[in-house]
């Protein structure tokens, strides 16, 4: 199974649970900006405990040997933290549970639901992809993420700027946003 393929059944299943989703990192910067290569999926969902079983069960028929722990899945529901999927092909799919702040809760009600690759999935818009792209960066400092900010930069003409500046400022990316701007 290839990369595209497994987002497409994810996200279906996602989308058919109701479950509230939105991808995100390289998969959201290969839509937003420039194609690049990418070696997972990452999607921020908000899903309950008891939501969660289905979800388990449901992703496990995508293959039999598809790695998924339900102790990581509860760990991370309850941490407001991550989990893995892990398909047997070596594709890695990284749930982020939505986190209960007022950015997260933005971010998801401006997902932009999308046709792409004949599917309709959900995905951060590219003003959040930024805002989060930066603020990753400035937690890793990889130089990865300021290139992602760049590639959506250049290839979204029109953008909420105003909104884009209000989340640098609070998060504290500003700095970095404008070395970007500035080249």
């Known amino acids: 199974?290839?990369?595209l393929t497994l987002l497409k059944k994810i996200t279906k299943t996602l989308g058919d649970l109701e479950v509230p989703y939105l991808v995100t990192g390289g998969v959201a910067v290969t839509v937003w900006g420039r194609p690049r290569f990418t070696a997972d999926i990452d999607i921020v969902i908000e899903?309950?405990?008891p939501q969660s079983k289905n979800l388990i069960k449901v992703l496990r028929k995508i293959n039999k040997k598809i790695y998924l722990s339900e102790t990581a899945v509860n760990q991370a529901i309850h941490n407001s933290g991550?989990?893995?999927l892990i398909h047997p092909d070596g594709l890695k799919v990284d749930f982020w549970i939505l986190e209960n702040d007022i950015f997260d809760r933005s971010r998801l009600k401006r997902k932009i639901t999308?046709?792409?690759w004949g599917e309709n999935i959900s995905f951060i818009s590219p003003e959040d992809?930024?805002?989060s792209k930066l603020d990753w960066y400035k937690k890793s400092r990889s130089t990865r993420h300021l290139e992602d900010v760049e590639s959506v930069i250049a290839i979204q003409k029109k953008m909420d700027w105003?909104?884009?500046r209000k989340w640098v400022r609070i998060q504290s990316t500003e700095k970095y946003l404008k070395l970007i701007l500035k080249k």
Do not use: G, H, P, T
């Open 1 to 3: 199974m290839d990369q």
């Open 47 to 49: 899903i309950s405990l």
């Open 82 to 84: 991550e989990f893995n």
């Open 114 to 116: 999308k046709k792409v």
């Open 129 to 131: 992809l930024i805002i």
């Open 162 to 164: 105003r909104y884009i």
